[in-house]
């Protein structure tokens, strides 16, 4: 079938197999690899990206189900070379270690303030509930979002 | 992990899906959110040939004080429900509900009515519509109809509905100042209820439904019946379990999830929320 799907600001016509999640489409049509999976089954988060300003798990939503719609990737975040707020604060914050949850994290955290502009740490610690980290014991990871939202 | 290969259907009326599903028959499956359907067929528990996408049925899509209830379109992702102010004002029980299942990226994408039609008994939505006394509307070939939310769910992700008839609307009668709880019991963020209780109370008058304690969301009607003649919460809490049928399995066993049961109860009874 075809879809025609916009990926970071950019619109892509592609035929492809119904059956094709949203993770494939962008990692193996688009070779956008920024989007990781980590468990497949809609646990972990790591999938996570945004469908018209939305974090959802891209592992459990077909490339079909996104035909028309505005997606951004990790990749699409980033202008001129400069971080989006988000990446900074994680940054700044050692908001990662290995980095493999990151691209979920903060594409579920950016999510998380635009429904939520002034979280307390509980909300940011319930709001990223569907994002595991292996490595930071998510504490550096609850500063960092704290921290964007106070940059803005 | 990638599905069977489908059919892919987009329909943009109720109509034209019930249309497509009397065309394509048994094989056919509607599509909502996908994060109850599209997890069991990447498992190939399910292989349906045609997929028929209804999430972009919008007249499908909405919340709308109705009087004495409130009318919430099958369509309503949980995100909506949870945050409606219509839901919380008149219903804050399913808006609290609503904000338990799972986590924001899957309250983005699954609907309310996904969720009762799937009919999993360890969903938090169809337990919560159960003890609210909701009522569904339900379009076939033939037209629509009335289904009781006790008389909806037959089993293990078995409902009234047939192949052809779609969920369109669900219907919550007002809260109108009871007092209310939600209790879920789970080991991590974002899990399914190992036991979930929603409950409401107003004077002797209560509403009580078990997630998880059997094949189908229960009603625990001995737990109002107590209420209504009389017994204290704590007294009434403890014959939570009459009518469930609890499963053991890894999380639980069945003497575990009764004990867990009579607890929430109480708890979400005692609640003083409203
Ligand atoms: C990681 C994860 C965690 C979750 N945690 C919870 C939780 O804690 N609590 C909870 O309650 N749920 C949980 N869920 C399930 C979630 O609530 C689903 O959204 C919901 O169960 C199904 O809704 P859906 O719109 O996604 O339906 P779909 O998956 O699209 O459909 C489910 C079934 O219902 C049928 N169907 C859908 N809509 C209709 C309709 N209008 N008429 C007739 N048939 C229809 C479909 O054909 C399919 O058989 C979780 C899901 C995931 C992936
Ligand atoms: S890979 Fe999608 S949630 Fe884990
Ligand atoms: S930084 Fe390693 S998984 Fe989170």
Redesign the pocket.
């Known amino acids: 079938m075809k879809v025609t799907i916009t990926v970071n600001g950019t619109t892509h016509e592609s035929e492809i197999e119904p059956r094709t999640l949203l993770v494939q489409y962008v990692r193996e049509t688009l070779g956008l690899t920024g989007t990781n999976i980590g468990c497949d089954?809609?646990?972990c988060g790591a999938c996570s990206l945004h469908v018209d300003g939305e974090s959802v798990?891209s592992c459990?939503m077909l490339a079909a189900q996104a035909d028309g719609c505005q997606v951004t990737t990790i990749e699409g975040l980033a202008k001129d070379g400069v971080m989006h707020p988000m990446q900074q604060a994680f940054m700044d914050n050692h908001g990662l270690q290995c980095g493999f949850c990151t691209p979920g994290m903060v594409m579920a955290s950016i999510s998380l303030l635009k429904e939520n502009p002034n979280p307390t740490e509980e909300e940011v610690r319930i709001g990223l509930e569907?994002n595991l980290c292996r490595c930071t014991g998510y504490h550096n990871i609850v500063q960092s979002v704290l921290a964007a939202a106070q940059a803005k | 992990m990638i599905p069977a290969p489908f059919d892919y259907k987009r329909a943009s009326s109720a109509a034209e899906a019930i249309a497509l599903v009397s065309e394509y028959g048994e094989d056919a499956?509607?599509?909502?959110?996908?994060?109850?359907?599209?997890?069991?067929m990447k498992l190939r528990l399910?292989q349906?040939a045609v997929l028929?996408d209804?999430?972009r049925i919008t007249d499908?899509s909405y919340i709308t004080d109705a009087g004495a209830y409130i009318a919430i379109g099958?369509?309503t992702?949980?995100m909506d429900v949870e945050k409606s102010p219509i839901v919380l004002q008149h219903a804050p029980l399913l808006a609290n509900?609503a904000s338990?299942?799972?986590?924001p990226?899957?309250?983005h994408?699954?609907?309310?009515?996904?969720?009762?039609?799937?009919?999993?008994s360890?969903?938090?939505?169809?337990a919560t519509a159960l003890a609210l006394g909701a009522t569904y509307i339900?379009q076939g070939p033939n037209g629509t109809r009335e289904i009781a939310s006790v008389d909806f769910h037959k089993g293990f992700?078995e409902?009234e509905?047939s192949p052809d008839?779609?969920?369109?609307e669900i219907r919550i009668p007002k809260m109108n100042g009871a007092t209310w709880g939600f209790q879920?019991f789970?080991r991590r963020a974002?899990?399914?209820?190992i036991v979930g209780v929603a409950a409401w109370k107003r004077g002797t008058e209560s509403g009580v439904a078990l997630?998880n304690m059997g094949s189908v969301p229960i009603l625990a009607t001995s737990v109002s019946q107590a209420i209504a003649s009389g017994a204290s919460i704590a007294e009434a809490a403890q014959l939570a379990a009459a009518e469930a049928e609890p499963q053991s399995d890894s999380n639980a066993s069945a003497e575990y999830r009764e004990h867990l049961a009579r607890v929430l109860v109480r708890r979400a009874l005692e609640s003083v929320q409203n």
């Open positions: 089954t809609s646990s798990k459990t569907g | 499956k509607f599509l909502a959110g996908g994060h109850s359907l599209l997890p069991l399910a349906p028929i209804i999430a499908l099958a369509m992702r949980h509900a338990h299942v799972g986590d990226q899957v309250r994408r699954g609907t309310i009515g996904g969720s009762i039609a799937h009919s999993d360890a969903s938090d939505l169809p339900a992700l409902s509905l008839e779609m969920l369109t879920k789970n974002q899990d399914w209820a997630v």
